[in-house]
């Protein structure tokens, strides 16, 4: 008796938790790219960066992959403001400030 009992509450479990990320999974799954995408937007430039820092070439990278990343975060951010998101928010905000510091080092070297 106590063991239908416990097989039932088992199901029940089972059962809502299911039916959780049936309706939520798409949700979380979109703003988890959307977070990751702009950190792997920040990141693309970080190697080069890293690179001219510690001298292991003077080669910069291509203007225009710069200017595309930078207007592709730009518009992230915009969207984050519009949106509230205080997660992408942060994270972009702190991604500028990172990389403006990376580039005030290599030009004020």
Known sequence: ????????????FCNLIKSF???????ITAHT?????????HAATIPSLIALLSALTDKLPNLEMILFIWAALVLLFARAIILRDQLNIITIGAGFIAQAVMMAFI???
């Not at 990320?21 to 949700?27: D, P, R």
């Not at 790219?33 to 937007?41: D, E, K, N, T």
Request: cysteine-free.
């Open 1 to 12: 008796m106590k063991l239908d009992k416990i097989k039932i509450g088992f199901f029940a």
């Open 21 to 27: 990320f049936l309706v939520h999974l798409q949700k």
């Open 33 to 41: 790219l959307g977070w990751m995408a702009a950190v792997i937007l």
């Open 107 to 109: 030009l004020f070297k």
